[in-house]
């Protein structure tokens, strides 16, 4: 996970706890889907894998997820019971217009095996 910038802006201590909060969702990530924290940005059912983006808070600091720009991009793929972590970023590496064409470019670039689904 991509992580250097995070700990470098908010101090390892609240990444640290951060980082952990969102293990701990992805773990019980099925009981998020209907939640406002999270946005299908492609999914398939042939191959039941889809790519999803969570909104978060960093630790400590008084923004909700949604109001806090934080992101995690990852993939579910409910066939081979995998969570995989894409991509993480802040509100000011994604313009709001373009962000999901960005998501999309970083995970065709950087991710081959989920390129399909980013057409």
Known sequence: MPT???KKKYGD???EKTELSLYNTLERIFNYQQTALIDAISFSSEN???????DFSIAG?????KTSGNC??????????LIEILLIYGKSD?????ETQRIKEQIK????EYKKYCI
């Not at 600091?61 to 997820?65: G, L, P």
């Open 4 to 6: 250097k910038k995070f």
């Open 72 to 81: 995690l991009i990852f993939a579910v793929s409910n066939e081979k019971a």
């Open 94 to 98: 994604y313009s709001k217009s373009s």
């Open 48 to 54: 039941n894998c889809g790519i999803f983006k969570l």
């Open 61 to 65: 600091e008084n923004k909700s997820a």
């Open 13 to 15: 201590r609240k990444w």
């Open 109 to 112: 670039e950087n991710f081959t």
